[in-house]
């Protein structure tokens, strides 16, 4: 190994700073719309892992997408999920307060309604186009990580 340490570009430190918050964000638009997605974390993609089917290669293939994207989904359009999906008034005070009060539950509560969301017949035709996005993302977080320094 060099004992010279080569000059990086600046979006290494920007990719260095947002990988130690343990995730990347990015915005991407897409049929007029704005999407906020966020690089899964281990547990979102076990979460996601949980839908995905295997009777047949293509139905895995395509029952990844929508689970993947409930998770990383953020904002639409400057909205967040929690405003997206709000509790609903005629949900059970105890379901309520046991939502408001664990985060972990609340977060799979609010990816079970995009997941939901993304599942509808005419959600359908922009998924792919949003996987595409999201893998983008991905391999920018991936590639970022092969460049950072081990320490």
Request: overall charge negative; cysteine-free.
């Amino acid at each position: 190994m060099s004992d010279f340490k080569a000059k990086r570009h600046s979006v290494l430190e920007v990719l260095r700073q947002e990988l130690s918050l343990g995730f990347l964000e990015r915005t991407f638009e897409l049929k007029g719309h704005k999407f906020v997605l966020r690089s899964p974390t281990e547990d979102d993609e076990v979460w996601a892992d949980a839908f995905v089917r295997s009777n047949t290669p293509m139905a895995m293939l395509t029952s990844r997408k929508a689970p993947r994207l409930a998770t990383s989904i953020k904002s639409i359009d400057g909205v967040g999920t929690v405003d997206l999906f709000p509790l609903p008034d005629d949900m059970q005070k105890e379901v309520k307060a046991e939502l408001q009060k664990s985060p972990v539950q609340y977060r799979y509560w609010l990816y079970d309604q995009m997941l939901m969301f993304l599942s509808e017949e005419s959600s359908r035709p922009f998924i792919n186009d949003l996987f595409d996005a999201y893998e983008k993302m991905e391999n920018d977080r991936n590639e970022a990580l092969k460049k950072l320094p081990n320490s």
